[in-house]
C-alpha cells in the first residue's frame, strides 16, 4: 500500500503552507510545513506526544518549558509531550521549518501566556 499526496491536494493550515495529517493515509505521523514571514508563528501550546522541528532556513526564536532558544537552519528541535512551546520567524528571512508530531491526528492544547 502507499498514498501520494499531490501538492494540490495537500491541504493549508492558518499558519503552514501544508498541513499534513497521517491517519486517513495509514501513517502514523503528522507534520506542519511552514514558510513563515518574520513575525509570524504560533502561540503557547502544548501536545500529548511529542514534536520534532526541523528547520531548513531562517531562523525561529522560541519559548518551550520556559526556556528561550534561537534555532537556525540546520538545528533540529525536540520538544517533549506535554511541554509548553512557542514559536515565532524572526530575522530578516522567512522560516522554512517542518514540525512533525508523533500522531496520526493533531491534537494542540491552547495554553494562556
Known amino acids: 500500500m502507499f498514498h501520494v499526496v499531490h501538492r494540490e491536494d495537500q491541504r493549508k493550515g492558518k499558519i503552514a503552507s501544508v498541513e499534513f495529517e497521517g491517519e486517513p ?3 502514523g505521523v503528522s ?5 513563515l514571514q518574520p513575525g509570524k508563528g504560533p502561540g503557547l501550546h502544548q501536545h500529548p506526544y511529542a514534536e520534532t522541528c526541523i528547520v531548513f532556513s531562517g531562523k525561529a526564536a522560541m519559548v518551550i ?6 534555532a ?3 538545528d533540529i528541535v ?5 511541554t509548553p ?5 524572526t530575522g530578516n528571512e522567512p522560516l522554512n521549518m ?3 508530531h508523533h ?3 493533531f491534537i494542540i492544547e491552547p495554553l494562556s501566556e
Open 25 to 27: 493515509y495509514g501513517a
Open 103 to 105: 500522531t496520526a491526528r
Open 78 to 82: 525536540v520538544i517533549g509531550p506535554k
Open 65 to 70: 518549558g520556559g526556556e528561550e532558544v534561537v
Open 72 to 74: 537556525g537552519a540546520g
Open 98 to 100: 517542518v514540525a512533525i
Open 31 to 35: 507534520f506542519f510545513l511552514g514558510n
Open 85 to 89: 512551546h512557542r514559536f515565532t520567524a
